[in-house]
């Protein structure tokens, strides 16, 4: 097996994260539209974290994120971001779809899961998070 790692000026690293985000209270808001949004928010967000995204994909109530993160990115400093951003965004650009799940300024719960890599291979995580059902658009 060939292992590639990565290189900063302090550390040799190869850090993979599964990353699962669930919106409040599990509703079905999220929508293919959305999804898209999301991803190209995510990416343009990790590239400001010096992070790489390797895979994405969700179903209407939550998303699947695999990426890469250099050893000195603080994971829940990453995640908060993350979450903070995406919600801002989404919930501007849908705001009228969003109101009829949300009355408040929900997206997210305030939970997440996150997991290093190690255990099951890269690609046998790709293909779980490419195989969600993706939501049809409403």
């Not at 995510?42 to 890469?68: P, V």
């Not at 799940?101 to 046998?124: C, Q, T």
Request: charged content about 25%.
């Amino acid at each position: 097996m060939n292992i590639e790692y990565r290189t900063n000026r302090h550390a040799c690293y190869n850090l993979k994260y599964h990353l699962v985000v669930v919106t409040k209270y599990r509703h079905k808001c999220l929508t293919r539209e959305i999804l898209e949004r999301l991803k190209e928010i995510i990416e343009n967000l990790f590239s400001k974290w010096d992070c790489i995204l390797i895979e994405f994909n969700g179903e209407a109530d939550h998303i699947h994120i695999l990426f890469e993160a250099p050893p000195q990115v603080q994971l829940s400093k990453l995640i908060n971001n993350l979450k903070t951003v995406t919600a801002r965004l989404i919930r501007k650009e849908y705001a009228e779809h969003l109101s009829k799940f949300y009355w408040k300024p929900y997206l997210w719960n305030r939970s997440y899961l996150i997991l290093s890599s190690g255990g099951a291979s890269i690609e046998v995580i790709k293909k779980y998070i490419q195989e969600q059902n993706t939501p049809d658009d409403q």
